[in-house]
């Protein structure tokens, strides 16, 4: 087993629509939760980062983590063509100290 | 721009060939990630350097091999080839102490 599974997707939404990707992660030692954007074989590129339950926003995008349900997701609000792209969660192990990132879900807003 | 540089672009080379991929932290970082994305793949963590000392390991082959230089810029050689290596691989670094990571551009090393 995977200690980050990441939904596989693909995802296909109307622009506009509220997007939701999920990941869920199995080591009580990983405490630092990130969302990063990777467009076409680019490099990745950091959107959000917390370290703690509960919420966290920046403009149109929400990190949620639970850790109690090791459960992290990212909500897209208002989605736009330029968010088609492959989202990953990442979660560093503070005691292995290094990130584990999940296989990536790809979303695709169609105008 | 992440501030972090990855040469070359594109690499092509044969199989049992040997190469080496160059990485230029963002100022200030002293960590630096090597990952392998192959075609349709998450990434994969390799190895990760602090200060010029190996941090962390990952699924990385014995055939390859990487290190960080007084400078802390960082190089990842690969050596005898096959067409299983193709593949992107990006390089990361971080501020100390804090493990939000910012890529490069990537180098796609394409095996023949």
């Known amino acids: 087993q995977k200690e980050v599974e990441q939904d596989p997707g693909p995802l296909s939404v109307p622009e506009g629509a509220i997007v939701s990707l999920n990941c869920t992660y199995s080591?009580?030692?990983?405490?630092?939760f990130m969302w990063y954007r990777q467009y076409s074989r680019k490099g990745p590129e950091l959107l959000m980062y917390?370290?703690?339950?509960g919420n966290k926003e920046d403009g149109r995008f929400t990190a949620q983590v639970d850790k109690s349900s090791k459960y992290i997701s990212l909500f897209i609000r208002d989605s736009q063509p330029s968010d088609s792209a492959t989202y990953l969660c990442?979660?560093?192990?503070?005691?292995?100290?290094?990130?584990?990132f999940g296989d990536g879900t790809t979303l695709t807003v169609k105008p | 721009d992440s501030g972090v540089t990855q040469t070359p672009k594109h690499l092509i080379t044969a199989t049992g060939q040997r190469v080496t991929l160059r990485c230029s932290p963002r100022?200030?970082?002293?960590?630096v990630y090597w990952y392998q994305q192959s075609l349709d793949q998450g990434l994969q963590f390799l190895i990760q350097?602090?200060?010029?000392?190996?941090?962390a390991k990952g699924n990385i082959l014995e055939r390859f091999s990487a290190q960080q230089f007084p400078d802390l810029h960082s190089e990842l050689n690969l050596s005898s080839l096959e067409l299983g290596d193709s593949a992107l691989y990006f390089c990361?670094?971080?501020?100390?102490?804090?493990?939000?990571?910012?890529f490069g551009p990537g180098t796609r090393l394409t095996v023949l």
């Open positions: 990361a670094s971080s501020l100390p102490g804090v493990d939000t990571q910012y």
């Open positions: 080591n009580s030692a990983f405490q630092y």
């Open positions: 917390t370290y703690s339950s």
């Open positions: 990442a979660i560093f192990n503070t005691n292995a100290g290094k990130s584990t």
């Open positions: 100022s200030g970082d002293l960590s």
């Open positions: 350097y602090y200060n010029g000392e190996e941090r």
